[in-house]
């Protein structure tokens, strides 16, 4: 009689290849085997259907990989991005599932498969339940379904880049063309700080899950309730996801001013106390980068109430201004 197989690790970053060979243990070893004799390779139907198997049951969801994710899934085990054909009877080999690295990445199919499994088990399954999440899709067959649909229509699928992250793809119109834009993946930290849903209510871009469900009706149920005020009497603060960045520099009247020292952010530094004085200088803070080629000046004024009055300016800005 012959047990369940059994890895013994030494280290935590072992777990993922220990799992990999107990996986491709159980799932192929031929009954009445000599014993450690496993194939090398196998059938992808067998493959595929094993790592359903494995989904089903570590997300805990009834939701199965579909006909596109398990096409994708072979077109990314066997390099293949632009193979329509089937792929059940083509064989795949344990280093394909799990010694050579993908093309162009630094991680082998087995740990991207594990990381978005796990993504999906700590911070997607209700998501992925519903059949909000497209999941393993290519960037090919994004554009495809996207670029005949609506400007705003959206999909969430796992990044191909990274372990462990999922991104939203959406279509805009550019001058009347289709552009199909990735946003930066989401990962578990990202989960952990903003919950998807509050993730996907914040961003304006996005309109339409895919095909025509409008987001708010996918996704209410997910979003936050609003922020009760804590017996510590503070506000309360909530962060908010963008899509793009903010400008590093204003031009204001021809003069450029860091972001940070926009005319609307400076502090008034009038009739401060003294005390007061240096924690509104402390904002005022400049990247090194970004320095003034003359430092700021601070002429005092002493006025009748013994307050100190300071007048802030750039004297390199002065020198360009024609009133001056």
């Known amino acids: 009689m ?32 000599v ?46 991005p ?22 162009g990445r630094s991680f082998t199919f087995w740990q991207w498969f594990d990381g978005a499994m796990d993504l999906t088990k700590k911070h ?3 998501y992925w339940s519903d059949g909000l999440i ?17 400007s705003g229509t959206f999909l969430l699928r796992f990044s191909d880049s990274e372990i462990g992250g999922i991104t939203i793809a959406y ?4 001058n ?8 930066q993946p989401f990962n578990k930290k990202d989960l952990e700080i903003r919950c998807l849903g509050d993730r996907i209510r914040d961003i304006d871009e996005i309109l339409y899950l895919y095909p025509n469900l ?13 922020q009760q005020p804590t017996s510590s009497g503070y506000i309360p603060v909530t962060l908010q996801t963008k899509v793009g960045s903010e400008p590093s520099v204003l031009n204001v009247d021809g003069n450029t001013f860091p972001a940070s020292l926009s005319p609307d952010n400076l502090p008034d530094l009038n009739s401060l106390p003294m005390d007061q004085f240096q924690e509104a200088l402390g904002a005022l803070q400049i990247p090194d980068n970004e320095e003034p080629s003359n430092p700021p000046v601070f002429p005092l004024h002493n006025t009748q109430d013994g307050t100190m009055e300071y007048d802030f300016f750039y004297p390199d800005l002065l020198e360009k201004s024609p009133a001056c």
């Open 124 to 126: 997607l399954r209700p």
């Open 214 to 226: 409008p987001k708010h009706d996918a996704f209410k149920k997910y979003y936050s309730g609003r």
């Open 171 to 174: 279509v805009a119109y550019e």
């Open 35 to 80: 014993p450690f004799v496993v194939p090398d390779r196998v059938l992808w139907q067998m493959m595929v259907e094993t790592l359903n198997v494995k989904f089903r049951s570590e997300v805990q969801t009834n939701h199965e990989l579909d006909a596109y994710n398990k096409h994708f899934l072979a077109q990314k085990i066997f390099d293949m």
């Open 2 to 33: 012959i047990s369940q197989p059994v890895v013994i690790i030494v280290h935590g970053s072992q777990d993922n290849n220990a799992v990999a060979t107990i996986i491709w243990d159980c799932a192929f070893a031929e009954p009445d085997r």
């Open 82 to 103: 632009g193979y329509s054909d089937d792929f059940s009877h083509m064989m795949v080999t344990w280093c394909q599932f799990n010694k050579e690295v993908l093309m």
């Open 176 to 183: 009347g063309m289709p552009v199909i834009q990735n946003i």
């Open 134 to 150: 497209f999941g393993f899709i290519g960037k090919q067959h994004v554009h495809l379904i996207l670029k005949e649909s609506p």
